[in-house]
T-cell receptor, first 116, second 114 residues
Framework: NAGVTQTPKFQVLKTGQSMTLQCAQD?????MSWYRQDPGMGLRLIHY???????DQGEVPNGYNVSRSTTEDFPLRLLSAAPSQTSVYFC???????????????FGPGTRLTVT | DQQVKQNSPSLSVQEGRISILNCDYT??????FLWYKKYPAEGPTFLIS?????DKNEDGRFTVFLNKSAKHLSLHIVPSQPGDSAVYFC?????????????FGTGTRLTIIP
């Protein structure tokens, strides 16, 4: 099993360009999410999904779009990149917590994005 | 408004000694707490967790303590090993019946000195 995969690993964009960060998982997890990690800020939730066709906003959703058409994939779209979106982006998956006692998330290796 | 705080950005500990990483939270609705470990250029990996109905959970060299009245949790690693050098994040969850979100602290970089 590959677990959680993210592509690309690195990306440089110019201000105003658009791109999609890909996230795929083979663990059949209902829950998928996107975080960004910035120095001194920890991990902040951008968007999340509790199943195909269902998405919701996290703590810092502005400037990002998501969709969830399949259980396996959860792409993150930047429609018009800004320097403030320079960050490391992590995708994470998990089992819907209300059904179980524990609540872990499994993280991908990250995408380092620089916007100039 | 940082609801989960890790006030020590870094910590250095001698190999073989105990490492204690601290985390404070402000929201009394958090019902589940987790610790993640992160190596450079990798995603965070789950380490240990504790439910708010417990005050201690142990897994090998790792023990998490929860003091609900003080809204404080700590991670103890004993004995510390060089491979424990990493950034440690604490995270907290509010049970929202399927719409759970994790709130993360800012992380503590632990360095184990051989």
């Amino acid at each position: 099993n590959a677990g959680v995969t993210q592509t690309p690993k690195f990306q440089v964009l110019k201000t105003g360009q658009s791109m999609t960060l890909q996230c795929a998982q083979d663990m059949n997890h209902e829950y998928m999410s996107w975080y960004r990690q910035d120095p001194g800020m920890g991990l902040r939730l951008i968007h999340y999904s509790v199943g195909a066709g269902i998405t919701d906003q996290g703590e810092v959703p502005n400037g990002y779009n998501v969709s969830r058409s399949t259980t396996e994939d959860f792409p993150l779209r930047l429609l018009s990149a800004a320097p403030s979106q320079t960050s490391v982006y992590f995708c994470a998956t998990g089992v819907v917590a209300s059904l179980i006692e524990t609540y872990e998330q499994y993280f991908g290796p990250g995408t380092r994005l620089t916007v100039t | 408004d940082q609801q989960v705080k890790q006030n020590s950005p870094s910590l250095s500990v001698q190999e073989g000694r105990i490492s204690i990483l601290n985390c404070d939270y402000t929201n009394s609705m958090f019902d589940y707490f987790l610790w993640y470990k992160k190596y450079p250029a990798e995603g965070p990996t789950f380490l240990i967790s504790i439910s708010s109905i417990k005050d201690k959970n142990e897994d090998g060299r790792f023990t998490v303590f929860l003091n609900k009245s003080a809204k404080h949790l700590s991670l103890h690693i004993v004995p510390s090993q060089p491979g424990d050098s990493a950034v440690y994040f604490c995270a907290a969850r509010i049970n929202n019946f399927g719409n759970e979100k994790l709130t993360f602290g800012t992380g503590t970089r632990l360095t184990i000195i051989p």
